[in-house]
């Protein structure tokens, strides 16, 4: 038997299947000054406007301009905001960009980090674990509100992009995870369905690398299998019928399932890798990268999971995994392939360049030993 650490996030509540309207009054009650975080594309919606009410006279300042891959940039401009106003509380609706860049935003603002090298220098390596949370609560932190299906505000690290570089970093620290978490099925109406259904794929990502990893343990085994059978139903209902509200709110509490089990430290694999070399180098949403990798990399490590891999096939009622989630993916309108996003074969050695030897990439469980075998996965994608 060998030691292991389960570490829970520093998150307080999940409310899941209530409507923000009900669940936000409660979770703002306690503070003065508070930001909203949102995007433009939801700025001037009903989701917006329906928190705006609910934080009523606290609200002091709205930062609706949060790109994807929440860019250095726009991460200063709010952690610049959050200063200025004595922020006390932060409500961040959206996406996953909106949710990380909202966490890397606080971090900055707990730790003073002012300029593009100080946020720079705070990126930790990937596949670091969270400190303990044992000390001093920071302020101000995170009630999120999510409007996809990333599952970011369950974890405490986030992802930032420096857009001049194209190289996308890793914040991590155990009070960045949101205080509190509101599931309303509703949230994800405004949601384009390709956006919405892509970061489901990203949520079946979380799950499945997991369940195929080499060094699974029960709680991830329990909590990944089950949010790929939620996904595996409840994904299709959605894209048949995009106003089943019951639908919706299964793949947020699948979603929500599908990154428990980095809670017991069992790690991802080469998908989010080179998912997030996609990202900082291409701009390819975060959501697509795991409909054009997923299916790839199973195929890739087919040789030393396939009985893991079996179950997978089983869920999506394939023969094999690689494939079966590739049908899956295509049955949902969703790109399969890296042709599909402007990515040709001559791009491929450079973005395998790309890859520094960290994790997760370092951690998939088909041994990754350097840029060719990265570029032997992104072949099986082109």
């Given at each position: 038997?060998?030691?292991?650490?389960h570490q829970w996030p520093a998150q307080g509540r999940v409310h899941h299947g209530v409507p923000l309207a009900e669940a936000l009054p409660r979770e703002v009650a306690g503070a003065e000054r508070v930001i909203l975080v949102t995007t433009r594309s939801l700025a001037g919606g009903a989701l917006v406007q329906a928190a705006k009410a609910a934080i009523g006279a606290r609200l002091a300042g709205v930062f609706a301009t949060m790109r994807a891959h929440s860019p250095v940039e726009d991460v200063l401009a709010l952690a610049a905001l959050l200063r200025a106003e004595r922020a006390d509380l932060v409500v961040a609706v959206g996406g996953g960009s909106v949710i990380d860049g909202s966490k890397v935003a606080c971090?900055?603002?707990?730790?003073?980090?002012?300029?593009?090298a100080s946020l720079i220098g705070a990126a930790t390596s990937r596949g670091s674990e969270p400190a303990f949370w044992d000390g001093a609560t920071p302020t101000p932190r995170i009630i999120a509100v999510p409007t996809t299906l990333s599952a970011a505000e369950f974890a405490p690290h986030a992802g930032y992009t420096d857009l001049v570089a194209g190289r996308k970093y890793r914040a991590l620290d155990p009070w960045m995870v949101p205080r509190a978490v509101i599931l309303d099925p509703a949230a994800t109406l405004e949601t384009p369905a390709a956006l919405l259904l892509s970061s489901g794929i990203r949520a079946l990502d979380h799950a499945a690398e997991r369940w195929c990893s080499t060094a699974p343990q029960p709680f991830s085994d329990a909590v990944s299998l089950q949010a790929m059978e939620m996904l595996a139903e409840h994904l299709p209902r959605v894209h048949r019928a995009p106003d089943d509200l019951i639908a919706r709110a299964a793949c947020q509490q699948a979603a929500w399932l599908s990154v428990m089990g980095g809670w017991s430290g069992v790690?991802?694999?080469a998908s989010h890798g080179i998912g997030y070399i996609l990202g900082g180098a291409k701009g390819v949403p975060h959501g697509i990268t795991s409909c054009l990798m997923l299916h790839a990399v199973m195929r890739w490590n087919a040789p030393v999971n396939e009985a893991r891999q079996a179950r997978v096939a089983q869920i999506l009622r394939a023969e094999a995994a690689g494939p079966g989630i590739e049908r899956f993916v295509r049955a949902?309108?969703?790109?399969t392939r890296l042709s599909e996003q402007g990515i040709g074969a001559a791009d491929i050695p450079g973005l395998a360049a790309r890859w520094t030897g960290d994790a997760p990439i370092a951690t998939n469980p088909r041994p990754v030993?350097?840029?060719?075998?990265?570029e032997a996965i992104l072949r099986l994608a082109a």
């Open positions: 038997m060998s030691a292991h650490l971090l900055a603002a707990w730790q003073a980090l002012v300029d593009h790690p991802v694999g949902l309108g969703l790109p030993r350097d840029a060719a075998d990265v």
